[in-house]
């Protein structure tokens, strides 16, 4: 089982629309965890961490957090074309504080 | 104010070949790393620091070094490269133990033929 899986897509929704996208995590003691934004060809970017079960909210962007089911995600209201990019799931297990673990990513295209 | 740094913006190198990648940030953070991406996947991580003088292996260490000599620069050596080193390499750095922010260089783009 990998450490964070996480929908290759690509995933498509029309503009306007609520992207939401899933990562799943196999370490039950997992402390943090992270949504990266990448264009493509560019550099990942963080968009949002969590760390509370619950959810968090900023701009258009949510992020839920589930640690009894292992599940985070990240919900995108008003979808744009610029949010069109890959996004990674990032966790920070709970033996290396200074270690992330990234998933694969979910690409994402938003239909103008 | 650069942020993080990274040369060159892309290489093609001979099998068996030797090159360092280079990597300067001006923020003064503490933790430093290195990852690799190949298409369609996350990142690896290759080696990182806690601060200078300090290095440790992350998940793909085979195939390359790294030193820690100032705050500012993580340089990874490759040595003896092969096609599987082929990928782009991201250089990331974080302030410390009280943050979880990673900021990331722009890449460098390896082909090994």
């Known amino acids: 089982q990998k450490e964070v899986e996480q929908n290759s897509g690509p995933l498509s929704v029309p503009e306007g629309a609520i992207a939401s996208l899933n990562c799943t995590y196999s370490?039950?003691?997992?402390?943090?965890f992270f949504w990266y934004r990448q264009y493509s060809g560019k550099s990942p970017e963080l968009i949002m961490f969590?760390?509370?079960?619950g959810d968090k909210e900023d701009g258009r962007f949510t992020a839920q957090l589930n640690k009894a089911s292992q599940y985070v995600s990240l919900l995108i209201r008003d979808s744009q074309p610029s949010d069109s990019a890959t996004y990674l799931c990032?966790?920070?297990?709970?033996?290396?504080?200074?270690?992330?673990?990234f998933g694969a990513g979910t690409r994402l295209f938003v239909k103008a | 104010n650069a942020g993080v740094t990274q040369t060159p913006k892309f290489r093609i190198l001979k099998i068996g070949q030797s090159m360092t990648l280079q990597c300067t940030q001006d923020?003064?953070?503490?933790?430093m790393y290195w990852y690799r991406q190949d298409p369609g996947m996350g990142l690896k991580l290759i080696y990182y620091?806690?601060?200078?003088?300090?290095?440790d292996k992350g998940e793909v260490p085979n195939g390359y070094n790294v030193s820690r000599s100032t705050t500012e620069d993580f340089p990874l050596r490759l040595e003896l490269a092969a096609p599987s080193q082929t990928s782009v390499y991201f250089c990331?750095?974080?302030?410390?133990?009280?943050?979880?922010?990673?900021?990331f260089g722009p890449g460098t783009r390896l082909t090994v033929t």
């Open positions: 990032a966790v920070n297990p709970p033996t290396g504080g200074f270690k992330t673990i």
């Open positions: 370490d039950r003691g997992s402390q943090s």
């Open positions: 620091s806690v601060g200078a003088g300090i290095t």
């Open positions: 990331g750095t974080r302030r410390g133990e009280d943050s979880y922010e990673q900021y």
């Open positions: 923020m003064n953070h503490n933790y």
């Open positions: 969590i760390y509370s079960n």
